[in-house]
């Protein structure tokens, strides 16, 4: 099955610091998306990113579907982007995530 | 609009025991996904219903776990009898349509952290 590889596998910053998480994917996709999950367990989609760029306030994400990878930019972070970011790929229906990124900023 | 109820939020049971949870959609959507997370892993899809019927249960250990999507809205997940392997959480999600690259998302419930003793 298609295998889906996030790095870095944990990334700690201090408040105000960017940052850029990647997601490779080893084969053809219809559809990427990126999900932020809380240190609650919350996950909330982020990003619907097939291919091309897409910017949403201090984030945003691009996706280069020929080279099977997708990046995550935060800008300016805060403490509140702590948590786990996932990106799962859709193949035949079905999501599949990634590993994740853990994310912890510091004030 | 409200979003994916699911209830109970927390569960503690011994191994061998049975164990319910409940999923909410969220109104109107017609398809509806039971997912597994393990501690440290990303979620991993148990089963996908549309509307009541089954789209994709090849991941759900079908000698211990079933599910039900009655009536096409709310959704039952069961695990029986229970082993030390299955303390994790689980996710409900829904999205309005279901289909391959129709630029669906799926909104995730809170989950129900289960811990098998």
């Known amino acids: 099955g298609i295998q889906v590889e996030q790095s870095p596998p944990d990334l700690i910053l201090q408040e105000g610091a960017n940052s850029t998480l990647r997601c490779n994917f080893s084969d053809s996709v219809n559809n990427l998306q990126w999900f932020h999950q809380n240190p609650w367990g919350q996950l909330i989609n982020l990003f619907y990113i097939p291919s091309g760029t897409k910017q949403n306030g201090r984030l945003s994400a691009t996706t280069v579907a020929t080279e099977r990878y997708s990046l995550l930019y935060i800008s300016s972070s805060k403490t509140t982007d702590s948590g786990v970011y996932f990106c799962?790929?859709?193949?035949?229906?079905?999501?599949?995530f990634g590993t994740g990124t853990r994310l912890q900023v510091f004030p | 609009e409200a979003g994916v109820a699911q209830s109970p939020r927390y569960k503690i049971i011994e191994k061998r025991q049975s164990v319910a949870f409940w999923c909410n959609p969220i109104?109107?959507?017609?398809?509806l996904y039971w997912y597994q997370q393990i501690l440290g892993q990303g979620p991993k899809l148990l089963i996908q219903?549309?509307?009541?019927?089954?789209?994709?249960d090849s991941q759900l250990p079908k000698d211990r776990f079933s599910a039900e999507r009655l009536k096409g809205v709310d959704s039952t997940l069961k695990i029986q009898p229970a082993k030390l392997e299955d303390s994790a959480v689980y996710l409900c999600a829904s999205s309005l349509i279901g289909l391959a690259g129709a630029g669906d998302t799926q909104y995730f419930g809170p989950g129900t952290r289960l811990t098998v003793l």
């Open positions: 109104s109107g959507h017609a398809t």
């Open positions: 219903f549309q509307n009541n019927g089954v789209v994709d």
């Open positions: 799962a790929v859709e193949n035949t229906d079905k999501l599949i």
